[in-house]
């Protein structure tokens, strides 16, 4: 969704590519879970810390961990090239109406990409690397920030949502008031979530 400004007709492909890309991956999911049952069985992959492990060397040996870890290599850096490709993206769309929308807004001519705003969300990251040299903490803090932007966006909707015409709805089924119960239940579910994090980290920070 990130990039929807540098997609062809992306009201059109956008949606198709979403629904693809669920359906493929369910598929694939399916079969990988089918393929390791079948494989070793259902016990030993239940008495197992590293289940695909364990069937890679039941079927290639020992060298299935190596295998296993390359490909898992290749997708974490699949995963950071994806986030710093859509981040700079939202860096970039941010900008627009702040003081930084020169520097973070700038494309380069030679490449048409947002360069600075790649720079930038580059330089973050490493910074909250070193300062965040734990995994897990680095993962409940993602988790903060993450559901922390999904609740303002949720009260954002509300918000709107309140200031419009109650009498506009048509089906006032679904609705609470002029705001869509979706959205209500989705800002509940996201506050309990962010509760409990926070609730994750102050039980650490008093230990």
Same mark, same amino acid.
């Given at each position: ?19 693809? &890309? ?40 020992? +060298?299935?961990?190596?295998? /296993? ?24 769309? /941010? +900008? ?32 909250? /690397? ?17 559901? &922390? ?12 949502? +309140?200031?419009?015409?109650?009498? +506009? ?39």
């Amino acid at each position: 969704m990130r990039l929807k400004e540098e997609t062809i007709d992306s009201e059109t492909n956008i949606p198709k590519a979403i629904i693809y &890309s669920i359906i493929i991956s369910t598929i694939l999911y399916m079969l990988v879970s089918y393929g390791a049952v079948h494989a070793i069985g259902w016990d030993k992959l239940a008495n197992s810390n590293t289940p695909l492990v364990t069937v890679a060397n039941t079927l290639i040996g020992n +060298s299935g961990y190596t295998v /296993l870890w390359i490909i898992s290599l290749f997708a974490i850096f699949n995963t950071l090239l994806l986030v710093m490709l859509t981040n700079s993206r939202l860096l970039y769309s /941010l +900008s627009f109406g702040t003081p930084l929308e020169k520097y973070l807004s700038y494309i380069d001519p030679s490449s048409n990409l947002p360069t600075n705003s790649i720079i930038t969300h580059t330089l973050l990251s490493l910074l909250f /690397l070193f300062l965040c040299p734990n995994l897990e903490n680095t993962a409940v803090g993602a988790n903060i920030a993450i559901f &922390s932007l999904f609740l303002l966006v949720n009260l954002s909707l509300c918000k709107k949502f +309140s200031d419009s015409d109650s009498d +506009s709805v048509h089906n006032k089924i679904f609705y609470l008031g002029s705001i869509p119960l979706n959205i209500i239940i989705s800002t509940f579910i996201t506050l309990i979530i962010l509760a409990i994090s926070l609730y994750q980290v102050f039980t650490k920070m008093i230990k």
